[in-house]
């Protein structure tokens, strides 16, 4: 996220660039941890109003987290690859010895069915947008084939979408290098100025 965050420093926002340790953790005790730490860091700038940009699970973790709990001065959010509806990337590997190794209890909450966490979390209401993507790289590509429609390998092009959303766009790249593409770092700067992406014909 380090290039997403230069560019908004860049554009006159102060920010917090939060990591978590998703390999080793739920994503509900990733959340109780890593959004606070945010919000504190945000607060220390002298922020009133608190935007936040993620990727991937990141998005998970704020829904989770903002469902129990609140963020005084609330502004856009925009969320970059979201499985908002789990993945079934996760649904067929979950439980293998690789899978768990790599992704760790999160990445077992991510399966499409009612056991995992994206089903729990329901509609959003906050300002929402949500950049998707459907290209892979050439590891991604293996597992794109277990994944209906257009997807990147890892989240399908549907299951980024999650009800309440006030903005929606897909674009020609893929989940792991979308953060430090020109393209998807300015339409998450436009979101947050203007609460709705470009579209262009």
Known sequence: MARIEAVLRQAGYATANIDYPSQSQTIEVSARDAIPHGVRACRQSGAHTIHFVT???????????????????????????????????A????????????????????????????PRLGPVDFPLGVISDNEQTAIDSVLASR???????????????VEGMHDFLVLPVNHTFMVVNDVVIGQTLQFLRYGAFLHEE
Do not use: C, F, W
Request: aromatic fraction near 4%; avoid cysteine; hydrophobic fraction near 35%.
């Open 147 to 161: 994944i209906p429609g257009e997807n990147d390998g890892k989240v399908a092009v549907e299951r980024a979408r």
């Open 91 to 118: 649904d067929a590997l979950a439980g293998t010895a690789l899978y768990d190794r790599i992704n760790g209890p999160a990445g077992a909450q991510l399966v499409t069915g009612p056991e995992g966490l994206p």
């Open 55 to 89: 990727h991937s699970m990141g998005g998970l973790l704020l829904r989770y987290y903002l469902q129990s709990g609140a963020v005084d001065g609330l502004g856009r959010v925009v969320m970059l690859g979201p499985p908002n509806q789990g993945s079934e990337v």
